[in-house]
């Protein structure tokens, strides 16, 4: 069975300041990774996804992720913080099982990131 | 676009009471899904559709049925409501297995139910 943990429950940064917020998984099979947002209220919007290529992927609204299947770890950056970005973050993954498997979607703890002027 | 519609958005409960929450989604996806989400947990998975007429149980599916009577409805039903089903509830769709790539889950707004 396949797991996601997210190494920070909140993350408080200033305006305009580089964000990272860590996540690892483990899996005994092929994965395909996401992270999803919520903003206050909101329900969950896709950001990014990973599903097989290039390790480095961009996303909506200046995010960026990178896979280190080595590490097992998808962590999300972001250069220059805004306000807006305030919101909190699930990192997910699925299975590549294969056949007519459902794919289970597990979802991390989530981070709250807030964005302080 | 509409996408995925959860009815009610707010729901307050006395334990032992019981109801319904619809999900509707007018994308013609086969999958569907409702998770809950508890603070420091993040969704949970509670059970799932793969088409029309089918439902299968996930994570946590006690004290709650489902049924896809309809491929564009999921109803989620609590029959004797409890104060640890107080909880925001989400549903999703998507078009095929999320085991497949350049596939994913589109996700409803969210119901928020508090169980007294």
């Known amino acids: 069975a396949q797991s996601v943990t997210q190494l920070d429950s909140q993350v408080p940064v200033f305006e305009e300041a580089p964000v990272e917020l860590r996540c690892n998984y483990s899996?005994?099979?092929?994965?395909?990774l996401f992270w999803y947002v919520q903003y206050p209220n909101q329900g969950l919007q896709l950001l990014l996804k990973?599903?097989?290529?290039?390790?480095l992927v961009k996303g909506i609204n200046g995010f960026e992720a990178e896979f280190n299947k080595s590490q097992t770890s998808f962590h999300l950056r972001k250069p220059s913080v805004h306000i807006s970005d305030t919101a909190e973050y699930f990192c997910?993954?699925?299975?590549?099982?294969?056949?007519?498997?459902?794919?289970?979607?597990?979802f991390g703890q989530g981070t709250i990131l807030t964005v302080h002027p | 676009n509409a996408g995925v519609t959860q009815t009610p958005k707010f729901r307050v409960l006395k334990t032992g009471q019981s109801m319904t929450l619809l999900c509707a989604q007018d994308?013609?996806?086969?999958?569907m899904y409702w998770y809950r989400q508890d603070p420091g947990m993040g969704l949970r998975l509670i059970h799932y559709?793969?088409?029309?007429?089918?439902?299968a149980k996930g994570e946590v599916p006690d004290g709650y049925n489902v049924s896809r009577l309809k491929k564009q409805n999921f109803l989620l039903g609590l029959e004797s409501a409890a104060p640890s089903q107080t909880s925001v509830y989400f549903c999703?769709?998507?078009?095929?297995?999320?085991?497949?790539?350049?596939?994913?889950?589109?996700f409803g707004q969210g119901t928020r139910l508090t169980v007294v």
């Open positions: 997910a993954v699925s299975v590549d099982a294969g056949g007519t498997s459902y794919g289970k979607l597990t």
């Open positions: 990973y599903l097989s290529g290039s390790t």
């Open positions: 559709s793969v088409g029309e007429g089918t439902t």
């Open positions: 994308m013609n996806h086969e999958y």
């Open positions: 999703a769709s998507s078009p095929e297995t999320l085991a497949r790539p350049n596939t994913e889950a589109f």
């Open positions: 899996s005994s099979v092929s994965v395909y």
